[in-house]
């Protein structure tokens, strides 16, 4: 036997895997405002920890640690909640109380950190099992991933990547570059729902022109008929592992705000024909080939848009970390007769392990197989532009739509595949009553099991009734003098709560 295989243990089977992370002794904490992302994880590695500052599950999570907040700053990003939730005290004596327990070492993830965070986790003896952050931060540019790509010959919207400093300056790119009359410009960073603009004409652009000028180089891209669809892999020493194809939702202005706000997913098997899910998987092997090689390891989420009117499929966009479709990828009918796509970044991380499960053939087994069933989440924010009080919310779990288009509770949960009936939905609360609502907050997560968006990305029937019975169980009231004057005193309210859940 080799004698590299002979020192490690070595996996050679999906029920291999199964087996050790079932028997795992390595404390993991996954800390962020909530456990979405990472939602079901505990059922498969033993001694996983979510460490969290909503309570979405009203205290039943049998696997959270919920810190409050308590008020004493004001957040501005979701650095700032996980910043304080390592410095909990409550957070330090279960992290060296599960330590204690194991006898050895602890690690950690996130959904967004900073070096900051790095050095609190050293401080506490916590191993992030993510890549380093100044990787991190570089990858994530919308700029650096089109290089990138560019370099994996896997090529985006036809583009430039330019300063502009007028409309003048980007007409004259734009027809040197030949990308035609109307532009889509993104920013190197930012949320693609506030950072990426839509450009018709000159009045369109000056309504952003001061976020665009302020960019050393933005992406200007062609305007493009598309349908959107996300999907996530894992760059290992193994190869690169690729996971089912997701449709996705853009700026359906009753679940989002956000002209380019996403705002759900779709899997569903027929969504894409074989062709476009077997160059979308190509690409993805492609960029994590890529980005391994730049020294990137694990989880990744890619955005790829279908050209309506020529069926090319382009690189989107990169999101190097965690994401929001996680939840769907990791909860799918395939992962649950397989396993989670993202064991394998477990795995990358610990070097006592090594794999001899072949790659191409689980990939090809994925691409064919891995969008069985129909699993939809719709991401709720609030709409409104004026402030409200929240005076209702619902419980996470089990509801029913009735005829009359209104949910039903039926049960508390905290395990979304309670909801897979045609006509039951699992609800994930984000904002609680009492709360005050701002534009762009996000109120609730609601995953369903049948297509709610028709061929042109808008909702389709059951969608609208399903967003409709969602929304009414946040009902809200205008603000009274008294809740507008702590408000004013808080300076900006909308801070405290923003960094709730990330795309």
Known sequence: MNKTLASKKVLHSVQDIKAHFAHNSVPLFFISAINFNMMGMHEWVKNWHNINLLDCYDGAHPCALVIADDHAQVFEGIEDVNRYLLNSSATRELIARAKKQSGGPAQALFLFFDPQIEDLCEGLGLEVVLPKNALVREIDSKIVTTEIGNAAGV????????????????????????????????????????????????????????????????????????????????????????????SEMIGIESLTPYRGGWCGNEVDQVAFGADVRRQVQQKSQAMGDALYQRGYRGYFELDFLLDIDTGEVFLGELNARISGVSALTNMSDYAMAQIPLFLFHLLEYDPAIDLTLDVAQFNQAMQEQGAQGVSVQLILKYTGAELQHLTQAPVSGVYALQDDGTLQFEAASVNRRDALGANQAYVLRIMSAGECVYHGADLAIMFVNEVVRSADGALNAAGVRWVNALKAQFPSRPLNQQERALIELAHNPANVKSARTQP
């Open 155 to 246: 090529a985006s919207v036809p583009n430039v990547l330019a300063r502009v400093s007028s409309y003048a300056d980007l007409q004259a790119l734009a027809e040197q570059a030949g990308l035609g009359s109307r532009w889509v410009i993104q920013t190197a960073y930012g949320d693609s729902g506030k950072t990426t603009f839509f450009i018709a004409c000159e009045a369109d652009y000056n309504a952003v022109a001061q976020q665009i000028q302020a960019q050393d180089k933005v992406k200007v891209m062609r305007w493009l008929r598309c349908v959107g669809t996300a999907i996530e892999a894992c760059a290992t020493r193994w190869g690169t592992f690729v996971g089912p194809l997701l």
